[in-house]
């Protein structure tokens, strides 16, 4: 599996945890849309597109299936979110 492209879309707010929302395409042909990039008290971290079930319990609509894979998939995505905080302008 290669990671062919990863695109950030960086949130603006400051009081939110939520820090961006990332895209992922796999082999040139498969997107997964809705990867959030989260700060938590150990630093950041991504979690999958989920959903929230009548019990109020959400659950991934998408994910890996192995660690090497979630792992993967997890520095790509941080890389790109720290090129892209790099990049943007500071006000």
Do not use: W
Not at 19 to 43: L, M, N, P, W, Y
């Amino acid at each position: 599996m290669n990671i062919t492209e990863v695109r950030v879309r960086l949130v603006k707010k400051e009081d939110t945890k939520l820090k961006a929302v990332a895209s992922i395409t796999i082999d040139e042909c498969f997107v997964v849309h809705d990867i959030k990039v989260i700060q938590g008290t150990e630093g950041l971290f991504i979690s999958m597109p989920s959903r929230k079930t009548p019990d109020g319990e959400f659950k991934d609509i998408v994910h890996p299936i192995n660690t090497e894979t979630r792992e993967k998939i997890s520095a790509k995505v941080l890389e790109a979110y720290e090129k892209a905080e790099k990049e943007e302008p500071q006000a």
